[in-house]
């Protein structure tokens, strides 16, 4: 008999937490659709006002003003440019903390579009899509307001400097203590992806995006007549051979089921002509891994290459070797979870299965602090238009992505504040 009424109860709560989740879900998508045109301005002032990493003050101002209008509590002065804002749900007293990120800085890139937003500052444009990050996340702190009877606890909602320099803004908040006071559980982060449609996103668990280092290398010889290349120590061919030998680095040395990546995008000389070996020549490059330890070792290897050749054909070098943003690993529980959310929101055709990249995100800070989620939402057009790649000058995105991406943030934000709510 006890079996029979513990079977029937709980089967009442789930048909009770369904019937919630429902009712949550319309309730957000009415009000992202309600907002749509508001956020949609949000973005278009944003991309016309695109400001570099930690100089984002006007971009700062902003958000701020937003912030106020909706009437949420918020920190300014977070790398001097960032903005914490917290949303806060008032059904019951709760003590879980979940948080959304999005970053607000542009690129040095001079826009070729020609739209009623196109960018005013020369030379600067939001052609990484921060700007459509940022005013997603104020739709859903919008939403999540509008909502907070509905829902208990803290989102953590961070506006982060500084993504695309090195050493990354998310790397500098952290460091001034962003996931503490209150500490977050979770993190989510949602980037544009212009090989989506509008209405579409893509999850990935587990590693997700490459560690990303830079090579700069002086190569030093001993200059003279191209004519008489025994009175010289030729740097070039120095370089030729230190850019052949590091290849092994990724063929050799790497195991050939965990993706790596070296390139040298960079050769120039100091001095040198037709007839004239030059005394210098410097290497610039990127080394892309997906394995931290292997990093590691990678990095002592390069070195002890470089300098191996450089001793055995007469020269010398200087290496600097700039460690830059960590493998992003998107916790296997959260991201599993968070896609069926985001099939449950946008139906499950709607939801792909995201390929490894070799491309990097700082946002991969937070994967190594907290749980954390890393997804994409689709931004072309239905008709094949704005499919320009991002760090592009043509790159922009369809006015639809807004109202899906901020809807869809509102929802994984509240669910997982559910679940944690559920499981105290």
């Given at each position: 008999?006890?079996?029979?009424?513990s079977?029937?109860?709980?089967?009442?709560?789930?048909?009770?937490?369904?019937?919630?989740?429902?009712?949550?879900k319309?309730?957000?998508?009415?009000?992202?659709?309600?907002?749509?045109?508001?956020?949609?301005?949000?973005?278009?002032?944003?991309?016309?006002?695109?400001?570099?990493?930690?100089?984002?003050?006007?971009?700062?101002?902003?958000?701020?003003?937003?912030?106020?209008?909706?009437?949420?509590?918020?920190?300014?002065?977070?790398?001097?440019?960032?903005?914490?804002?917290?949303?806060?749900?008032?059904?019951?007293?709760?003590?879980?903390?979940?948080?959304?990120?999005?970053?607000?800085?542009?690129?040095?890139?001079?826009?070729?579009?020609?739209?009623?937003?196109?960018?005013q500052?020369?030379?600067?444009?939001?052609?990484?899509?921060?700007?459509?990050?940022?005013?997603?996340?104020?739709?859903?702190?919008?939403?999540?307001?509008?909502?907070?009877?509905?829902?208990?606890?803290?989102?953590?909602?961070?506006?982060?400097?500084?993504?695309?320099?090195?050493?990354?803004?998310?790397?500098l908040?952290?460091?001034?203590?962003?996931?503490?006071?209150?500490?977050?559980?979770?993190?989510?982060?949602?980037?544009?992806?212009?090989?989506?449609?509008?209405?579409?996103?893509?999850?990935?668990?587990?590693?997700?995006?490459?560690?990303?280092?830079?090579?700069?290398?002086?190569?030093?010889?001993?200059?003279?007549?191209?004519?008489?290349?025994?009175?010289?120590?030729?740097?070039?061919?120095i370089?030729?051979?230190?850019?052949?030998?590091?290849?092994?680095?990724?063929?050799?040395?790497?195991?050939?089921?965990?993706?790596?990546?070296l390139?040298?995008?960079?050769?120039?000389?100091?001095?040198?002509?037709?007839n004239?070996?030059?005394?210098?020549?410097?290497?610039?490059?990127?080394?892309?891994?997906?394995?931290?330890?292997?990093?590691?070792?990678?990095?002592?290897?390069?070195?002890?290459?470089?300098?191996?050749?450089?001793?055995?054909m007469?020269?010398?070098?200087?290496?600097?070797?700039?460690?830059?943003?960590?493998?992003?690993?998107?916790?296997?529980?959260?991201?599993?979870?968070?896609?069926?959310?985001?099939?449950?929101?946008?139906?499950?055709?709607?939801?792909?299965?995201?390929?490894?990249?070799?491309?990097a995100?700082?946002?991969?800070?937070?994967?190594?602090?907290?749980?954390?989620?890393?997804?994409?939402?689709?931004?072309?057009?239905?008709?094949?238009?704005?499919?320009?790649?991002?760090?592009?000058?043509?790159?922009?995105?369809?006015?639809?992505?807004?109202?899906?991406?901020?809807?869809?943030?509102?929802?994984?934000?509240?669910?997982?504040?559910?679940?944690?709510?559920?499981?105290?």
């Open positions: 008999m006890y079996l029979c009424t079977l029937f109860n709980k089967k009442i709560l789930t048909g009770l937490k369904i019937r919630k989740n429902k009712q949550m319309h309730q957000i998508k009415e009000l992202a659709k309600s907002f749509h045109q508001e956020i949609n301005s949000c973005r278009q002032w944003l991309h016309q006002h695109p400001e570099l990493s930690f100089k984002e003050y006007n971009t700062a101002d902003y958000i701020a003003a937003q912030l106020d209008k909706i009437g949420v509590k918020y920190e300014r002065n977070w790398v001097k440019t960032g903005i914490v804002a917290y949303v806060q749900g008032n059904k019951s007293k709760s003590d879980k903390t979940i948080s959304l990120r999005a970053d607000i800085d542009a690129l040095p890139i001079k826009e070729e579009n020609q739209t009623s937003y196109t960018s500052n020369e030379g600067i444009m939001h052609a990484c899509g921060h700007d459509v990050h940022s005013s997603c996340m104020l739709g859903a702190i919008k939403i999540l307001h509008e909502l907070k009877n509905e829902w208990s606890g803290t989102i953590k909602c961070i506006f982060q400097p500084g993504e695309e320099k090195h050493p990354g803004g998310a790397s908040m952290i460091k001034e203590g962003v996931l503490e006071n209150p500490k977050p559980e979770s993190i989510f982060g949602q980037h544009v992806f212009p090989d989506l449609v509008a209405g579409k996103v893509g999850f990935r668990e587990g590693i997700y995006m490459a560690a990303a280092d830079e090579l700069h290398i002086t190569i030093q010889g001993k200059g003279g007549h191209g004519a008489m290349p025994h009175k010289c120590v030729d740097p070039i061919l370089s030729s051979h230190i850019v052949v030998a590091i290849q092994q680095l990724v063929s050799r040395w790497n195991d050939p089921t965990t993706p790596a990546v390139t040298i995008g960079k050769i120039e000389s100091n001095g040198g002509a037709t004239i070996i030059p005394s210098e020549v410097f290497l610039k490059g990127t080394f892309r891994s997906m394995n931290e330890p292997f990093r590691e070792q990678a990095h002592q290897k390069i070195k002890k290459l470089i300098h191996s050749i450089c001793e055995a007469g020269g010398s070098a200087i290496i600097d070797l700039k460690k830059g943003y960590p493998v992003l690993e998107n916790n296997v529980n959260l991201t599993t979870q968070a896609k069926q959310w985001a099939k449950d929101y946008l139906g499950k055709e709607q939801v792909i299965q995201l390929p490894i990249r070799m491309t995100e700082d946002f991969a800070y937070y994967s190594q602090e907290i749980p954390a989620c890393f997804y994409r939402l689709g931004t072309a057009s239905p008709d094949g238009t704005n499919t320009s790649a991002v760090h592009t000058p043509t790159f922009d995105v369809d006015a639809q992505s807004i109202e899906v991406g901020m809807g869809l943030m509102a929802y994984l934000a509240w669910s997982e504040l559910q679940e944690k709510n559920n499981s105290k």
